[in-house]
């Protein structure tokens, strides 16, 4: 009877588990194992979902395709600028907000907005800003230009106009998770260390690099971790800028790259899709892994 | 008198230290306020320009070599060309349909295991509770594309079935709502199983209404998600007619309008903003308690 009891029990719960199990073994376990699978199957015909061979082919070609490398490439230099860059601006900002305290919350709401708008809808209007057409040099270049520079096309025009378009469009929209983690953090610092520090009269500076920066070290740490994940899969705010034909315009991303391999043109080669996607995984782990690394010397818990 | 002088300098070094300090104080204050307002023009000269352009006509935008801050003679125009030129209104559906499928299916799933990881004994459940942990590491880009063959192959292309399922659940969320009713008291459990109230009906009459802002918070972030999700729709839809607005204004970029049609293109961004913005201001203090509890986009 007992027993009996305990079985029921014991369906019941995983009766209740039953759907989420379904969902995350159709969705996510089973492909898991199949991506590794596809990334070493040889020659993969969509189309008759047979293969010829099994082996590192289909990573040795994604790795000797310009367009793979120059994929790494934009996202290793978008990486590189967009993550300190936005979590130092950030700082600076959330300092800045913790110190006043009329317009505060007004401000903090405004800082939020970019999160909530559509990545694609917002990224026209960053286009249109930039851009240089036929009848007009477009706001930012009459912008340069009035201050005496020569005009560029940002959206057409040289690589590294195009980076500076992309990067500061990356960190206008991360600004508002870091800005928002970053001031809860700072409200979260104890006041009576600054008072204690007051007292013994410290400076302003030597109070902010020895009391409220290891204070706050974990959730910069934070940031900086899931700003190198967020900034390594960067794709759609490439599109909003740059269209989806990323590839012609030099400025595609490794996400970018597994997805034109599955869909559109130049797609039909999951496995290609699957080895790329395979060395994104491996760069951003192996990054996580330094971090975690570095932090364990340098934050303070 | 002498004594007296000394105590008048003093009273007059007090004066001046406190003066500068105040006039430190100002300038720093004014330095921050300065540099606050230089990123929020930063964050809302966008928006301001997208709604500008879209009330401008059609003809004043294309003269204008030099673009006006403002107008004098604002349209609607182009908010009607939005919905008549190309099917703005089709993608707005669509996306509520989308949207309101995928975040009420996602709720009834993440409930009901919530529950039996927060409520329920049984064998196994530690592990399953460790391996769905772990699901929570797994980038999207790395099951997307078997999730993209295998809805190809179920020929579930171009529908609305191909595009909610993959994303009706979501471990983190699970695991937000099983922390909630885990600090629900066993002793409401007990007694309501003193009364004869079945698992379910305890769930419903109880776990559910004591979890209410939990569950709010997380329909808010999901609704943010679906609204704004472009690369699984983009992958599983190529027919206009399922398209979602992320994809509707890619479309209309390359294709609708013509190209130099930016006032109508501004006013369908316009109106696919405004939505999420809405629910933002209403819910403001929801969502960015929710955000920061851990809701990193994507």
Redesign the interface.
């Known amino acids: 009877m007992r027993k009996r009891k305990f079985i029921n029990s014991s369906l019941k719960g995983w009766l209740y588990l039953l759907p989420a199990i379904l969902f995350l073994g159709v969705f996510m376990v089973y492909p898991l194992l199949d991506v590794f699978v596809y990334s070493f199957e040889e020659g993969y015909n969509s189309a008759s979902q047979t293969y010829f061979g099994t082996g590192f082919y289909n990573y040795s070609y994604v790795l000797h395709d310009p367009y793979f490398l120059q994929a790494v490439k934009n996202t290793f230099v978008l990486v590189v600028i967009t993550v300190p860059l936005s979590t130092g601006i950030a700082l600076i900002i959330s300092i800045g907000l913790h110190a006043i305290k009329p317009l505060r919350e007004l401000l903090q709401t405004i800082y939020f907005l970019p999160y909530v708008t559509n990545t694609l809808a917002v990224g026209m209007v960053f286009m249109i800003l930039f851009k240089k057409t036929a009848y007009s040099e477009g706001l930012i270049n009459l912008l340069i230009t009035g201050l005496g520079g020569t005009s560029v096309d940002f959206i057409d025009g040289p690589y590294w106009a195009k980076m500076f378009v992309l990067c500061f469009y990356t960190i206008w929209v991360v600004m508002p998770f870091k800005i928002l983690i970053l001031t809860g953090a700072l409200s979260g610092v104890d006041e009576q260390y600054y008072h204690a520090a007051r007292v013994d009269g410290t400076s302003k500076f030597r109070i902010f690099m020895r009391i409220t920066l290891p204070m706050i070290s974990p959730m910069i740490f934070y940031l900086v971790i899931t700003g190198f994940i967020g900034a390594f899969k960067a794709y759609s705010d490439v599109v909003a800028l740059f269209g989806t034909n990323l590839n012609a315009a030099e400025m595609n991303t490794i996400v970018g790259y597994v997805y034109d391999m599955l869909y559109g043109d130049s797609g039909g080669y999951p496995s290609y899709a699957s080895a790329a996607a395979i060395i994104l995984f491996v760069i951003i782990l192996t990054i996580t892994c330094i971090n975690l690394l570095v932090s364990k010397k340098n934050v303070h818990y | 008198m002498g004594r007296k002088n000394m105590n008048t300098d003093k009273k007059t070094d007090y004066e001046k230290i406190e003066l500068t300090v105040r006039r430190q104080k100002r300038i ?2 004014i330095i ?2 300065v ?2 307002s230089v ?2 023009v ?3 000269f ?2 301001y ?2 709604v500008l ?1 879209s009330i401008k006509s059609y003809g004043a935008y ?6 006006k801050f403002y107008t004098l003679s604002p349209t609607l125009q182009n908010y009607v060309d939005a919905f008549t030129a190309v099917p703005l209104g089709k993608y707005l559906v669509n996306t509520v349909i989308f949207t309101l499928a995928t975040t009420f299916l996602m709720l ?3 409930t ?2 919530a ?3 927060a409520r ?4 196994g ?1 530690n592990i ?1 509770f460790v391996i ?1 942990l772990s ?1 929570m590491m ?2 999207n ?10 809805v190809t192959n179920l020929d579930m292309r171009n529908s609305f079935t191909g595009l909610i ?2 994303s ?2 979501s ?1 983190f969320y ?1 695991y937000l709502l099983k922390e909630n009713f885990e600090q629900i008291p066993d002793t409401l459990y007990y007694a309501a199983k003193v009364d004869g109230t079945s ?1 379910f009906k305890y769930l419903l009459r109880v776990m559910i209404p004591i979890s209410k802002p939990t569950l709010v918070t997380v329909t808010i972030l999901k609704v ?1 998600e679906c ?2 999700s ?2 699984w729709p ?2 599983i839809t190529d027919d206009e007619r399922y398209f979602l ?2 994809n509707g ?2 479309e209309i ?2 294709n609708g309008f013509g190209r ?1 049609n ?1 006032p109508a ?2 006013a ?2 316009v109106v ?2 405004l939505p ?2 809405i ?3 209403i819910f ?1 203090k929801k ?2 308690e929710g ?2 509890r851990g809701g ?3």
């Open positions: 720093s204050d921050t306020y540099l606050l990123w929020a930063i964050v809302l966008p928006f320009w997208m352009t294309n003269s204008e070599y030099i673009p009834i799933v993440i009901l295991a529950f039996a990881f329920l004994d049984f064998k459940k399953v769905f699901l797994i980038p880009e790395l099951v997307i594309i078997t999730n993209y063959m295998t399922l993959p009706v659940t471990v699970i698992d943010i609204w704004n472009y690369v983009r992958l607005v992320s204004i890619q970029r390359e130099e930016i293109m501004m369908a961004v696919i903003s999420l913005i629910l933002f201001l403001r969502i960015m955000v920061s990193m986009k994507g």
